[in-house]
């Protein structure tokens, strides 16, 4: 049974570019959230996205989207990057509202994404 | 506006001791908290979690106390072991099918390195 699984695994970006973050959530989940981990701190929700739609979002500007495909796995789009940007972008996944526990959560490893 | 705190960024602890790792939360919405133990180069992965109706779960060697009034939560690991050594997140959500708006979001502390030394 695969788990979270996220590409790619380490990233380097320059000031101003764009990336794109991708994942792929654990079988039988169709919930998938994305978090940003700083140096040294805890993960922070930027946004859900559940039946192809943002549910949910953090305190995140604009320049951070996503998007869900059929298939459930997922996109994360960061716009004109800054060094702030710098971070581990964690994945997780869940079933969606109608079933499961809402709080078992699947991480993926990570992105670990690096702005210069 | 950090609504789940961790304030000890590390702990030490013998093999064989007992490791306290202790947490703090302001909002009174949370009714579900989670620990998760990270190891360097993975994500974190589900440890032991437990509903605000209760104010004790065990799970082996791992024990989390909830003090609601306190707003307060511990998670116990006795014995400890070297392979424990990891950061240790709390976190916490609220139920999403109960009205609110959270979709289950976790909200996490800063965490807590622990070592445990052989």
């Known amino acids: 049974d695969a788990g979270v699984t996220q590409s790619p695994t380490h990233l380097i970006k320059t000031r101003g570019q764009q990336v794109t973050l991708r994942c792929s959530p654990k079988?039988?989940?169709?919930?998938v959230s994305w978090y940003q981990q700083a140096l040294g701190q805890g993960p922070q929700f930027i946004f859900q996205?559940?039946?192809?739609?943002?549910?949910q979002r953090g305190n995140f500007p604009d320049r951070f989207s996503g998007h869900q495909f059929p298939n459930y796995s997922s996109e994360l789009n960061v716009n004109a990057l800054l060094l702030g940007d710098s971070a581990l972008y964690l994945c997780?996944?869940?079933?969606?509202?109608?079933?499961?526990?809402?709080?078992?959560?699947?991480f993926g490893p990570g992105t670990r994404l690096t702005v210069t | 506006d950090q609504q789940v705190k961790q304030n000890s960024p590390s702990l030490s602890v013998q093999e064989g001791r007992i490791s306290i790792l202790n947490c703090d939360y302001t909002?009174?919405?949370?009714?579900?908290f989670l620990w998760y133990k990270k190891y360097p180069a993975e994500g974190p992965t589900f440890l032991i979690s437990?509903?605000?109706?209760?104010d004790k779960n065990e799970d082996g060697r791992f024990t989390v106390f909830l003090n609601k009034s306190a707003k307060h939560l511990s998670l116990h690991i006795v014995p400890s072991q070297p392979g424990d050594s990891a950061v240790y997140f709390c976190?916490?959500?609220?139920?999403?099918?109960?009205?609110?708006?959270?979709?289950?979001?976790?909200?996490f502390g800063q965490g807590t390195i622990l070592t445990v030394h052989p």
């Open positions: 996205y559940y039946e192809e739609e943002e549910r």
């Open positions: 909002n009174s919405m949370f009714d579900y």
């Open positions: 079988s039988g989940h169709d919930t």
């Open positions: 997780a996944s869940r079933r969606g509202l109608a079933g499961g526990p809402y709080y078992e959560q699947y």
């Open positions: 976190a916490a959500t609220s139920n999403p099918n109960a009205g609110g708006t959270s979709y289950g979001k976790l909200t």
């Open positions: 437990i509903s605000s109706i209760k």
